[in-house]
């Protein structure tokens, strides 16, 4: 079992003393239901206490609770204390109060998102910069944010480049030009996450794990090659259907199925699947991504 590390409840009225003593219990459901009753019920002096359990709290459903119960109080009065936060020694602080920038949405917050918050080592707030970036970015600064996003295509597992490639797919076209410029790039797994994030740019619901294996197999061939494959296999598959086809005939018997009936197929002929090009096609039945987490 994960430490629950207590917070200070030695500010404040008997109220928020209970709260604190609520969100440090042992039971994460009841920490849960304590950070549900501070945003239901807002109250600036529930502020610290909340700011403090955000940088410690193991549980996922419950920092997400107290980002949501920081939200309900005025923007004023938190927004200063989460600057705060930005600083932490603790990367799980950081991470919480750019996730919580992010969920208030005030776009005063986006002159405090540092190229070294976009560029931490520490992939989850990373990740977490990535996002409240692409949240808080003003008008006409997506170019600039875009060209920053894509130094770190190639880094981390699949959960990180996943994360990087819904932010850059997320500030629209302008991320065109970077991830052109970035498929070029004589990194393998640079030029194959910067194809595989183009082919979700062009087709948000492509799944992200095809349009990886597809920027790969791009990056391997060249994209020459990987073309005139595509245009083979498009040719083969064209050719087969053709000979496929049952010719008309001449009229039916009483029992043989009328011209206006669908055709089964004949026995072995396997359905055609889509299969992803170069523009980004992808199979009917493309992957579903999970949420993203926090």
Known sequence: MREVVP????????QHTRVAKALSAEDPSVRLQAALAAGSHPDPGFLETLVERCAVEPD????DM???ALTRLPPEITLPRIRRELDSERAQARSQA?????????????????????????????????????????????????????????????????????????????????????????????????RATELLRQNPEAGFDAAVEEAKRVVALGPERAAAADDVADAAAAAASGAAETPETGPTSETAPTSETARMPQAGQMPQTGRMSQTGRMSETARTEEAMDC
């Open 60 to 63: 996922f459903f419950v920092r």
């Open 66 to 68: 107290l980002s949501w």
């Open 7 to 14: 917070i200070n409840t030695t500010n404040g009225t008997p």
């Open 98 to 194: 750019l996730h919580t920038l992010s969920k208030i949405g005030d776009k005063r917050a986006w002159a405090w998102i540092t190229r070294d918050m976009l560029r931490d080592a520490d992939d989850e707030v990373a990740r977490t910069a990535w996002r409240a970036a692409v949240v808080l970015v003003p008008e006409g600064e997506e170019k600039g944010l875009a060209d920053e996003l894509v130094r770190q295509l190639g880094r981390g597992d699949r959960t990180v480049q996943l994360s990087l490639s819904r932010a850059l797919v997320d500030l629209g076209d302008v991320t065109g030009p970077a991830l052109e410029k970035a498929a070029a790039n004589p990194d393998p797994a640079v030029a194959a996450h910067a």
